[in-house]
């Protein structure tokens, strides 16, 4: 099954920032929208952004709205999830997923590919 890979994870210190990064290997995924979730441990899986096939809208939760921007490189099949000012509730398994309409959303079972996650650590 096609699989999206996560990267850029890490443990940083509040205040931090870090850019993950989710690339499609041998799949194209280019009309697609991409999608960024996350889930610390007991919680349930929140949305964090989306982006559009072409770009063009971009979504965002309300905890990450100023801080977090989502962008991708369509030539190299990548998204990216540029984070600033962390913060230790900002802590989590950072999951990417392709959505097929192309429209984006907020939902995670409008989603179809996920990768295995990318693990963010935020310490005070």
């Known amino acids: 099954q096609a699989q999206l890979v996560e990267s850029g994870g890490g443990v940083v210190q509040a205040g931090d920032s870090l850019t993950l990064s989710c690339a499609a290997p041998?799949?194209?995924?280019?009309?697609?929208?991409r999608g960024w979730f996350r889930q610390a441990p007991g919680k349930e899986r929140e949305f964090v952004a989306a982006i559009s096939w072409r770009g063009r809208n971009t979504y965002y939760g309300d905890r990450v709205k100023g801080r977090f921007t989502v962008s991708r490189d369509i030539s190299k099949n990548t998204a990216y999830l540029q984070m600033n000012n962390l913060q230790p509730d900002d802590t989590g398994v950072y999951y990417c997923?392709?959505?097929?309409?192309?429209?984006?959303?907020?939902?995670?079972?409008?989603?179809?590919?996920w990768g295995r996650g990318t693990q963010v650590t935020v310490s005070s």
């Open positions: 041998g799949v194209t995924f280019s009309d697609y929208s």
């Open positions: 997923a392709a959505e097929t309409s192309g429209l984006g959303s907020t939902n995670h079972w409008d989603y179809a590919y």
